[in-house]
């Protein structure tokens, strides 16, 4: 399978000392491996280790020289190339699968296989007008489609239109497309198989490991690590943007992958725990699902202590995020959810903010922001809308009038604790950077005076100074004001150094809650979503030092 | 300093100062092609009166996120509604009153109006009746409109327009079918349907523009409907000062933002699309007032369009506009359009208005809508 | 709550009477104008060689112009408000050929070529504003019909005719007495019916005699046989790509906004053609209000015929063609034989003209957000 023997063979990627850097954030640094023809490597790690910018270097994608380049080489065949866009790299030879399906739904197989590199016939016109009055010719394009789904080993109809596809077929698809072009040497799989069915997936490894075979090597992404293990010659682990670790399956376990992805130094962790008390509930979550799109809630049930952090983590597109929403009737929801002892009925924002709740949403610019609109109306809006807060009744509450010297007060008050650096109270919220924005939404929150405050992805796309800031802030307020704050997010190490107790969330579900003390390792196989049955005494496989 | 120079040009955009050194231009050069400034001025200003609130009408929509009301007829034919209700109002209790006055016995209510209107008052009471029946009008059109718009977002204009379009041709067959029977508005012939035209002579022309106005050789300045239009703009800026007008900001501003905040965004968009109708109704009976005509059937159609430019020439953008937008752009756009005609063509001695005003009010629609708006997401 | 259960096949099979809803419902705006039809051809008392002879003229007249709308259609740009421009241009080939005397077929052939670079040139205008309205394409094109109106007036009216300048008319049948600008009438002797004529056909009915404008039909059937040629061509296959999802023809390599420009151009250049024969067939052209009903009426027409802003088909240019003239004749008619007033039916067909727009789009989005609102649920599994 692999032709790693063949020592004299040049390896078809090498990646030399690959490192990125984003605004003064290194992301990724001193990434070497290579990879020889033929061969699988998998590619695995936590949301954030570096993987989704190691693929867009590799695949040339604008944002990376737009954001100044890279550091070090990459190499094709021993030469060295340098993309300046993806059309670059199809040219070189790679071929990307991408999680989201690039169909076109009035389209067949056939066509979506072959767009933009029909086959056509020529005519007299082409002489006046070019090459694309070419007409297709749909006989021979049928042809190497159904070449390409042969080489694939499965049974796609070739006449069925993108929008009637299964979920399957359209991956499959996906990958006929880079196939028919013969020129792909190299494949890349970004989770192709989190949307399939475990039979159709069992059938998709089994025909990459053929494709592989036909000489196309191939990079794999995937959070399902059996099946890394499975089908990779290689496989790498990526965390904080360092390759931790070069291994191959025979030499490794699920669960030593799993805990190199989630596994830092002892010392990162914050020692500082606080002995909760036993309080009495506050929130009490049962059966809840929501429809969130690419995070959805199937069946969640938890409770949260009057008083605590707690805290939710899980991977991307587990579902972790859609909780909040849910709660705070942002996407349609259903289930029990009983605040301070009293249900609530959910699907609508305005009575979720009635009863004491408040939410920094992940989604900062989409939800969380008024870019247009200046510092302190971002700060008061909330609380003016639902509390009265910062209005002046006249003609006994008949004209509710903006109390605009009230709102310039409490901005300022707020600019001043969180040090939001700005220009004024005026400023628009566009303006700002993005820790500073964050702030701004922290405000938002803290001025309606909540006693259960929801915070999403607080240090999503923040720099480190601002990372500490803001979590310190979150912590502040709970012992402060005594409020209870439930905080999302995708870094189990960030929930670890403020949480108390943590809830891993995967596929819609609540895998486990964890007092925040418990090892890193615990909440990693948690998150995995492995059977817990098969999970030995989480202390012992945190035992391994690195 | 040169920053702060081009932050302003590009704040303030180029159209805009072209065409307001434009009419600086044409301003200034009054007196060299034989026109006289001062009628000029007047002229300019009357207009600004004139069309002052239908651009008003623009607001509330664009800051609710609706864009640019290109549905403007709708509150148009609303007004128009209370226009000739009250002429209707008037005609028949005119008769009343000759049946009064020959000693004929009526109630007492209808005793009462018809003195009212032989009075000094006359002019007013009529004008009140035509705000009383257009305002309720315009609620009710504006609410049908917003629950339209609302199962449309994001595709507003265009479907505006033709709502728009569609009201006006369906009022003209109500124009010719409803049972108004005064003379002064039906067709001489055959009895039925209502004119093309109709004078509000005799009624309420001019209510408002003659109130306290200045009229100084050739310039005169009709200080009522100024008063009236700063009413308005007034009632709009506290409007947008209030709760519930802040709320429609941060609809408009970004939807996903109000409602994380509780708030219901197609009640924002509603209220700010009746906002803007009624305001359109109010506008059309001001125009009226001062123009002396009351225009049925295809008269409103394209009236939307110039409302539509002046807030943008104001400097408004698909989802910005405040009071400055509306009171600049309305002296921008009217200025040109009064102006042009008096000036070019003394100059080129033909009459370009026309074109002018077309190449200018489309351009600068066209202008906004190929501006980059900040991506959703 | 159950899980989700992944759908294993959207695939649904109609039966019987669900194919006869389908039917319907996707064709109820055709359904609704030939019932309405059926309703006032009766009343408005006109006999069946009169409405005959009426359709195949106005067929001839107007399909040409209606078709040239399907191609950025197909390019997922909606209605092509801006073939106003092609009009514009067609007129300009018209008022030379005029002014030249060049009659007869060749006088419309050469008005053709005058046409085509302006159209192409105004196409080429059209397609970049739009690629940067892109989401707005509609409104955007529709005031850019305005716009470029307002220079074409400019053009026309001060421009043509002043000497000196390089756009020399010179016939005084056509310029103002002024001396410069183009009069509003064009008496349009020279080419009237040239196309039509061309291929002269009548027949005798016993009572009734109809004559086919063959020579204009054959263009049409022309123009019909390259849209469906088209269709094949890489770069209609390259269209319906980018129609269907601008992101991801983008990522395939397609120029996307290139194609999107190419298709405006070949719009407006037909619209130019449509313009010349519709022209034709009037017979007097109206220099500055001609070509503003032009968009309208050819939208309305194409929307009657059952098409939507993202599909359109041949079949639907014919439907809505016969259908939308039938009730522009019978409605004056027909009102006045029901109410007395001739001018409410015509009030009726304006008000059917924008109606009918205002209802397609209105659908078309409300569809839009519906199948959005499907896909979230789709997403759920249910």
């Known amino acids: 399978m692999s032709n790693r023997l063949d020592s004299a063979a040049t390896p078809l990627l090498t990646v030399d000392a690959v490192g990125k850097e984003f605004f003064g954030n290194r992301v990724l640094e001193e990434v070497n491996f290579s990879l020889y023809a033929g061969e699988i490597l998998g590619l695995v790690g936590e949301n954030g280790a570096g993987k989704s910018t190691l693929m867009n270097i590799l695949f040339g994608m604008p944002v990376i020289s737009q954001t100044g380049g890279y550091d070090g080489r990459i190499l094709i065949e021993g030469e060295e190339v340098r993309f300046s866009s993806p059309f670059d790299a199809i040219d070189a030879g790679i071929g990307m699968v991408h999680q989201e399906f690039s169909l076109l739904p009035g389209f067949t197989a056939t066509e979506n296989i072959l767009l933009n590199r029909e086959s056509t016939k020529y005519n007299p016109l082409v002489e006046v007008f070019g090459d694309r009055i070419k007409t297709l010719d749909r006989r021979d394009m049928r042809r190497r489609a159904d070449e390409a789904i042969s080489i694939l080993g499965f049974s796609i109809d070739p006449e069925a239109l993108g929008a009637e596809m299964p979920v399957g077929h359209k991956q499959f698809t996906e990958i006929a497309r880079e196939i028919d072009r013969k020129s792909t040497k190299l494949l890349v799989l970004d989770e192709p198989t989190a949307v399939l069915a475990e039979s159709e997936a069992e059938i998709l490894i089994k025909s990459l490991r053929g494709l592989a075979e036909r000489g196309i090597s191939m990079i794999f992404i995937s959070h399902r690590l059996q099946e890394v293990i499975d089908l990779c010659d290689e496989i790498i682990i990526l965390r904080d943007g360092r390759v931790v670790k070069e291994t191959k399956p025979a030499e490794t376990s699920i669960f030593q992958v799993a805990s190199l992805m989630v596994g830092r130094n002892v010392e990162a962790v914050s020692t500082e725990r606080r002995l909760m008390e036993e309080t009495e509930t506050i929130l009490d979550v049962q059966n809840l699902w929501v429809d969130m799109p690419g995070e959805t809630v199937r069946d969640v049930t938890f409770s949260v202590r009057k008083g605590e952090i707690f805290g939710v983590g899980g991977l991307a597109g587990q579902g972790k995020l859609g909780i909040a929403n849910g709660i705070m009737g942002l996407f349609p929801a259903g289930g029990n959810v009983t605040v301070k002892g009293e249900p609530l009925r959910l699907n609508d924002p305005a009575l979720s903010l009635s009863r004491d709740m408040a939410f920094v949403a992940e989604d900062r610019r989409g939800v969380g922001l008024l870019l247009d609109e200046?510092?302190?109306?971002?700060?008061?809006?909330?609380?003016?809308?639902v509390q009265d807060k910062f209005v002046r009744k006249i003609l006994g509450g008949l004209i509710k009038w903006r109390d605009d010297a009230a709102m310039r007060e409490v901005a300022l008050d707020y600019i001043n604790r969180l040090e939001i650096r700005c220009t004024g109270h005026r400023q628009r919220a566009v303006e700002l950077s993005g820790g500073n924005q964050q702030k701004v939404c922290l405000a938002k929150a803290f001025v309606v005076g909540p006693e259960i405050l929801f915070v999403s992805e607080p240090t999503r796309g923040i720099d480190i100074g601002a990372k500490r800031l803001v979590l310190d802030t979150i912590r502040q307020v709970n012992e402060d004001t005594g409020a209870t704050v439930i905080v999302t997010s995708s870094e189990l190490e960030e929930l670890r150094s403020v949480c108390d107790r943590i809830a891993i969330v995967d596929s819609g579900r609540i895998s486990g809650v964890r007092d925040a003390s418990r090892p890193a390792e615990e909440f990693g196989v948690l998150m995995l979503g492995e059977s817990p049955s098969l999970v030995p005494a989480a202390a012992t496989i945190g035992g391994e030092t690195f | 300093m040169s920053g702060k120079f081009e932050k302003f040009i590009s704040d303030f955009g180029w159209p805009r100062i072209i065409i307001a050194l434009f009419l600086l231009l044409l301003f200034a050069s009054t007196p060299f092609v034989g026109v006289k400034l001062d009628t000029s001025i007047s002229d300019t200003l009357v207009r600004v009166g004139m069309n002052g609130v239908l651009v008003l009408a623009m607001v509330p929509m664009v800051q609710s996120g609706c864009g640019l009301n290109f549905g403007l007829p709708l509150g148009i034919i609303a007004g128009l509604?209370?226009?000739?209700?009250?002429?209707?109002?008037?005609?028949?209790?005119?008769?009343?009153?000759q049946v009064i006055s020959s000693g004929g016995s009526v109630g007492v209510f209808a005793s009462a109006l018809s003195s009212v209107l032989q009075s000094?008052?006359?002019?007013?009471?009529?004008?009140?009746?035509?705000?009383?029946?257009?305002?309720?009008?315009?609620?009710?059109?504006?609410?049908?409109?917003?629950?339209?718009?609302?199962?449309?977002?994001?595709?507003?204009?265009?479907?505006?327009?033709?709502?728009?379009?569609?009201?006006?041709?369906?009022?003209?067959?109500?124009?010719?079918?409803?049972?108004f029977n005064s003379p002064v508005m039906v067709w001489g012939y055959g009895g039925s349907g209502l004119r093309t035209t109709i004078s509000t002579e005799g009624f309420w022309r001019h209510i408002l523009s003659d109130f306290g106005s200045i009229d100084f050789g050739n310039f005169y300045f009709p200080t009522g409907m100024f008063i009236f239009f700063a009413i308005m703009v007034c009632i709009v800026w506290a409007f947008f000062r209030t709760k519930t007008g802040t709320a429609m900001t941060a609809a408009g501003s970004n939807p996903e933002f109000a409602r994380a905040s509780g708030i219901d965004v197609n009640k924002m968009r509603t209220i700010s699309v009746m906002l803007s109708t009624v305001l359109g109704a109010v506008g059309i009976l001001v125009y009226e007032q001062s123009f002396g005509f009351i225009q049925l059937y295809m008269g409103p159609l394209y009236m939307a369009f110039p409302a539509v430019a002046a807030i943008l020439l104001g400097g408004a953008s698909v989802n910005k506009a405040t009071m400055a937008n509306v009171i600049v752009g309305t002296f921008l756009f009217q200025g040109i359009l009064t102006m042009t005609p008096s000036v070019i063509n003394s100059i080129l001695k033909s009459d370009m208005s026309?074109?002018?005003?077309?190449?200018?009010?489309n351009g600068m629609i066209l202008y906004a809508l190929t501006r980059k708006t900040r991506v959703k997401r | 709550m159950?899980?989700?259960?992944?759908?294993?096949?959207?695939?649904?099979?109609?039966?019987?009477?669900?194919?006869?809803?389908?039917?319907?419902?996707?064709?109820?705006v055709p359904i609704i104008f030939i019932a309405l039809s059926a309703i006032a051809i009766p009343i408005s008392g006109f006999s069946a060689g009169y409405l005959i002879q009426e359709m195949l003229t106005r067929l001839a007249r107007n399909s040409f112009l209606v078709?040239?709308?399907?191609?950025?259609?197909?390019?997922?740009?909606?209605?092509?408000?801006?073939?106003?421009?092609?009009?514009?241009?067609?007129?300009?080939?018209?008022?030379?050929?005029?002014?030249?005397?060049?009659?007869?077929?060749?006088?419309?052939?050469?008005?053709?070529?005058?046409?085509?670079?302006?159209?192409?040139?105004?196409?080429?205008?059209?397609?970049?504003?739009?690629?940067?309205?892109?989401?707005?394409?509609?409104?955007?094109?529709?005031?850019?019909?305005?716009?470029?109106?307002?220079?074409?007036?400019?053009?026309?009216?001060?421009?043509?005719?002043?000497?000196?300048?390089?756009?020399?008319?010179?016939?005084?049948?056509?310029?103002?007495?002024?001396?410069?600008?183009?009069?509003?009438?064009?008496?349009?002797?020279?080419?009237?019916?040239?196309?039509?004529?061309?291929l002269p056909l009548t027949h005798n009915f016993g009572h009734f005699t109809i004559s086919i404008p063959l020579g204009t039909y054959v263009t049409i059937a022309a123009f019909c046989f390259f849209i469906v040629w088209f269709r094949r061509t890489k770069l209609g296959q390259d269209m319906r790509a980018i129609g269907q999802d601008m992101a991801v023809a983008g990522s395939a390599g397609i120029a996307v906004e290139r194609t999107r420009v190419i298709a405006i151009v070949i719009s407006t250049v037909l619209a130019a053609f449509g313009q010349i024969i519709f022209l034709q067939n009037i017979g007097t052209m109206n220099t500055y209000n001609s070509h503003e009903q032009t968009g309208m009426f050819s939208i309305a027409a194409l929307l009657i015929g059952g098409a939507t802003v993202s599909r359109?088909?041949?079949?639907?240019?014919?439907?809505?063609?016969?259908?939308?003239?039938?009730?522009?004749?019978?409605?004056?008619?027909?009102?006045?034989?029901?109410?007395?007033?001739?001018?409410?039916?015509?009030?009726?067909?304006?008000?059917?003209?924008?109606?009918?727009?205002?209802?397609?789009?209105?659908?078309?989005?409300?569809?839009?957000?519906?199948?959005?609102?499907?896909?979230r649920r789709g997403l759920r599994g249910e």
């Open chain 3, 2 to 28: 159950t899980p989700p259960v992944k759908n294993d096949s959207a695939v649904h099979k109609f039966t019987g009477t669900e194919n006869v809803k389908h039917f319907l419902i996707s064709n109820s």
């Open chain 2, 120 to 179: 000094g008052a006359r002019g007013l009471a009529l004008f009140g009746i035509a705000l009383a029946i257009a305002l309720p009008c315009a609620a009710i059109l504006g609410f049908l409109y917003a629950q339209i718009l609302n199962r449309v977002k994001g595709e507003e204009m265009m479907i505006a327009t033709y709502v728009g379009f569609s009201s006006v041709a369906v009022m003209c067959m109500a124009w010719l079918l409803l049972p």
């Open chain 1, 374 to 385: 200046p510092i302190d109306w971002n700060i008061a809006f909330t609380a003016m809308q």
């Open chain 3, 312 to 375: 359109a088909s041949i079949t639907n240019v014919f439907v809505g063609v016969t259908l939308f003239h039938m009730m522009f004749v019978v409605s004056p008619t027909a009102g006045k034989e029901l109410i007395g007033q001739a001018q409410l039916g015509e009030y009726f067909r304006v008000f059917v003209s924008y109606g009918i727009i205002a209802v397609a789009l209105v659908l078309h989005a409300w569809k839009r957000l519906q199948e959005r609102e499907r896909a």
């Open chain 3, 67 to 198: 078709l040239s709308l399907l191609i950025p259609i197909m390019a997922g740009m909606g209605l092509n408000f801006g073939m106003v421009l092609g009009a514009m241009a067609g007129q300009i080939g018209l008022i030379f050929v005029t002014d030249w005397a060049v009659v007869g077929i060749p006088g419309m052939v050469l008005a053709a070529l005058i046409s085509m670079p302006i159209a192409a040139f105004l196409g080429f205008i059209c397609g970049s504003v739009l690629n940067k309205a892109k989401g707005r394409e509609m409104v955007t094109s529709y005031i850019l019909g305005f716009f470029i109106n307002g220079i074409y007036q400019f053009v026309v009216l001060y421009t043509m005719g002043i000497r000196g300048l390089h756009i020399p008319i010179t016939n005084p049948q056509l310029v103002l007495s002024r001396g410069f600008g183009i009069r509003n009438a064009i008496n349009l002797t020279g080419i009237r019916r040239a196309l039509d004529n061309a």
């Open chain 2, 354 to 361: 026309e074109v002018i005003r077309i190449i200018v009010s």
């Open chain 2, 81 to 97: 509604l209370g226009a000739v209700t009250s002429i209707q109002v008037a005609t028949s209790f005119d008769a009343l009153y």
